[in-house]
């Protein structure tokens, strides 16, 4: 049923609203206590010699939004999409199967999603990575470079990002699912008041 997916995309967006908020909120906090200054890689340099007074950590807290976004945005929608279709194929589907299904296809998406996140930043920072190998950087040193500790960052903040827009958008599907069946009862009520 196209209106019943049409009316699942307010859950997906606020279920991604919330991914987001708590990718920003751990990024947030971890750049500040990395102390994260932005200033890593060539364009953030530029950046700052060209407009000195621009805020970099700013920068890089919305490219942390940003980053995160597409990936959350599909595990909302891939969640709100495949609830949908357990809803059409049984209606008489309990709010507990219908939660625990979504549960499942969030899970099931998020092992995709973290590795493509993961893939992609550590395809950024691969080249400084092999540099700071070479130059004979042990683990503590390549984790204090502000370039890898930047990508690190990006990548458990877009993590946490997904882990939490599985239960936000199951539940709000949920309990939207749960108020127009209330809403449909009490309707049916009111119908047969009219008619008797």
């Not at 991604?16 to 994260?36: E, I, N, P, R």
Request: glycine share 12%.
């Amino acid at each position: 049923m196209v209106v019943h997916r049409v009316q699942s995309r307010p859950v997906a967006f606020l279920g991604t609203m919330g991914g987001v908020c708590g990718a920003f909120s751990l990024g947030f906090v971890m750049v500040h206590l990395w102390q994260l200054s932005g200033l890593s890689g060539d364009g953030a340099a530029l950046l700052a010699s060209t407009m000195p007074d621009i805020d970099l950590r700013g920068i890089l807290l919305a490219s942390i939004i940003i980053s995160s976004i597409g990936a959350v945005l599909d595990v909302g929608i891939s969640i709100t999409a495949s609830m949908s279709e357990l809803i059409e194929y049984d209606p008489a589907i309990s709010n507990l199967a219908l939660w625990t299904s979504g549960i499942r296809v969030g899970t099931e998406v998020l092992g995709s999603m973290i590795n493509t996140l993961i893939l992609a930043y550590l395809g950024t920072s691969l080249p400084v990575a092999i540099l700071i190998s070479n130059a004979g950087a042990d683990f503590w040193g390549l984790m204090n470079d502000p370039y890898v500790g930047q990508e690190i960052v990006q990548s458990l903040a877009g993590t946490s990002g997904l882990l939490l827009t599985i239960p936000i958008t199951a539940t709000l599907f949920t309990l939207r699912e749960k108020w127009r069946d209330g809403n449909a009862k009490s309707d049916a009520k009111h119908g047969a008041r009219r008619k008797g």
